[in-house]
């Protein structure tokens, strides 16, 4: 359905150099304000970007390369095809798809639409590759350490956690092709398509403007991002990789043409109870947040639904299984970030490693 390749691979060790920080930055920012707004017509330096709240989060747009008259029409088709995907998606909208499997597909199956199929397929691949490291069904778990609906986190007792994991499993959400319908076998079972959805609507999006010749644009949902073709003015487009524990300075920057990059990280949405950080990361194996070492997790993909998901099994796997998840595939590149006794380590992929 999109025209994008399956995902791919990754490896070593490097002691990050914090001396690069500020450069970085400071390049970054240079580069930000040279994408200035041109003049008339097609120039490659005018920006046309529009931001919106959906899925929970911030979704922008930028497009250059077109002129105003046919950005406009564009963009509201875009907006449009963001609004309809959220009305599949999103567990805020009660009317959503997802929540109508959540309500009823424990009771009966629930027919649903082509793309919830597909991103269920997908995301039963994505699981068995990752060992149940990726799982959708970890909604129980979320809602019990209080991340959804309030975000308010709260440390359950083990007897509680024991009891969710009892609703967690991959391999019992039941597709049915022939009758376009999903099932829960467990009562109270729950699906929670935040690892994979954002990245999703971010392909759709992507597809459509290729199919209105857009040639340069960059797509971005809550920091899952699509690079399409060069940046205004020329080149790669240039991604900051956020540092973990200091706001507003970056790791490093990767260049990206035609590329997928999503990110994973125990301070996006966090709490801290006895100097101890609960992340919103939690392994569906476990039923606790993950404990592996990861501060930050960085994924480079064809598509950036693959690029959302292995950016979350990575964190949960950890350095050394996540590089090897990501060694299995060419097309898949990616940074580790782990904290150890206070110091930051940055793991990079093979393929980044020759760049």
Known sequence: MLPFRRPGGVHPVIIMNPSIRKTLIVVISFLCLGIMPGTNGCDKKRVFKETRSL??????????????????????????????????????LAGSEVSRVNREASRKPVRVGEEMLSVLERSRQISRMTGGAFDITIAPLLKLWGF?????????????????????????????????????????????LGGLAKGYVVDRITALLIERGVESALVNAGGDIYCLGERPGGGEWRIGVEHPR??????????LRDRAVASSGDYQNCFIRSRKRYSHIIDPRTGRPADSAVAETTVLA????????????????????????????????GIVVTEEEDDLKLYYSAGLMKN
């Open 246 to 255: 200091k706001d507003g300075q970056v790791l490093e920057v990767l260049r």
């Open 302 to 333: 064809p598509n950036c639904l693959v690029a959302d998901a292995l950016a979350t099994a990575v964190f949960v796997l950890g350095a050394g299984e996540g590089m090897e998840l990501l060694n299995d595939d060419p097309e898949v590149e």
């Open 55 to 92: 899925m929970g989060t911030a979704v922008s747009v930028e497009i250059s390369g077109i002129s105003r008259s046919a950005a406009g029409p564009i963009m509201a088709e875009i907006w449009a095809e963001a609004e309809r995907l959220e009305e599949i998606f999103s567990r805020y």
């Open 148 to 192: 959804f609906p309030e975000r308010k986190g709260r440390v359950p007792a083990p007897a509680e956690i024991k009891n969710a994991l009892q609703r967690v499993d991959w391999r019992s959400v039941v597709i049915d092709r022939g009758e376009r319908s999903v099932r829960l076998l467990r009562p109270g079972m729950e699906i929670d």
